[in-house]
C-alpha cells in the first residue's frame, strides 16, 4: 500500500529537550515536505527536498532542521523545541509532474 | 509568494442539497489546482486536480471548475451526504514549475441530516 508513515503521532514535551520526528514514504517520490498546522493559520511549509541532499526553507523554517540522506526518509528535528512549536505536523511526499500530494497521519505536538 | 484563498471558513448544507466552495488566487493564473479532504487530525488526501486549460473536472458526485478570467476554482458536491462533512483545502504550485504547493485555509462543510 502506498503511503506516508510518521513517527510519534503524539508526543508532549518540554522546553529545549531535543526531538525528531520522523517520516518514510514507500512511493519513490523524488519531492517531500514538512508542513505545520496550526488552527486559523491552515498548512504551512516548513522544509522540502526535491531528492537526496537537496533541502530548502519553506515559509515557516525557524527552529527546525531537517536531513535527506535516503530518499525514502525525511526527518524533522527541533534542536530545542519552544512552546510556539506546539502545533499539528504533517509530512508528504509527491512524485514529478502535476502528481497528487500523499500526506502522512501527523503528529501532534506539546511543548511544555 | 502566490495566494490562494478560500473565502469560507465554514458552510452549513442540508443533505441532499449540493455544497458549493470557493477558492481564488491572486497573481498569475497556476497551471493547475489541487482539492483536497481533510477529517479533523488527519492528513489531507488527495480529490481532484484541475489544469489550466481545463475548464471543469468530475468524479463521481464531486465536480471542479477553473475561470481564469476571475481567477477562481469552484468545488461542488452533488446530493451531499453527511460523510461528506469535513474541511477542503484547494491548493496552487508556489510558483511556475514548482512542486510546493500553497494551500488555502480550507472551508469546514457541515452537511445536516
Known amino acids: 500500500e502506498a503511503q506516508v508513515t510518521q513517527n510519534p503521532r503524539y508526543l508532549i514535551t518540554v522546553t529545549g529537550k531535543k526531538l525528531t520526528v520522523t517520516c518514510s514514504q514507500n512511493?519513490?517520490?523524488?519531492?517531500m515536505s514538512w508542513y505545520r498546522q496550526d488552527p486559523g493559520l491552515g498548512l504551512r511549509q516548513i522544509y522540502y527536498?526535491?531528492?537526496?541532499?537537496?533541502?530548502d526553507k519553506g515559509d515557516v523554517p525557524e527552529g527546525y532542521k531537517v536531513s535527506r540522506k535516503e530518499k525514502r526518509n525525511f526527518p524533522l528535528i527541533l534542536e530545542s523545541p519552544s512552546p510556539n512549536q506546539t502545533s499539528l505536523y504533517f509530512c508528504?511526499?509527491?512524485?514529478?509532474?502535476?502528481?497528487?500530494?500523499?500526506f502522512g497521519p501527523g503528529t501532534r505536538l506539546t511543548v511544555l | 509568494s502566490q495566494k490562494i484563498e478560500q473565502n469560507s471558513e465554514a458552510l452549513n448544507i442540508q443533505e441532499g442539497k449540493t455544497a458549493t466552495l470557493t477558492c481564488n488566487y491572486t497573481?498569475?493564473?497556476?497551471?493547475?489546482l489541487q482539492w483536497y479532504r481533510q477529517d479533523p487530525g488527519r492528513g489531507p488526501v488527495f480529490l481532484l486536480l484541475?489544469?489550466?486549460?481545463?475548464k471543469e473536472k468530475r468524479k463521481e458526485r464531486l465536480k471542479v471548475t477553473f475561470d481564469t478570467t476571475l481567477k477562481q476554482s469552484l468545488f461542488h458536491i452533488t446530493a451531499s451526504q453527511p460523510a461528506d462533512s469535513a474541511t477542503y483545502l484547494c491548493?496552487?504550485?508556489?510558483?511556475?514549475?514548482?512542486?510546493?504547493?500553497?494551500f488555502g485555509k480550507g472551508t469546514k462543510l457541515s452537511v445536516i441530516p
Open positions: 512511493m519513490n517520490h523524488e519531492y
Open positions: 497573481n498569475y493564473s497556476p497551471a493547475y
Open positions: 527536498s526535491m531528492n537526496v541532499e537537496v533541502t
Open positions: 508528504a511526499s509527491r512524485g514529478t509532474g502535476y502528481n497528487e500530494q500523499f
Open positions: 491548493a496552487r504550485p508556489s510558483g511556475a514549475g514548482s512542486y510546493q504547493l500553497t
Open positions: 484541475i489544469r489550466e486549460n481545463e
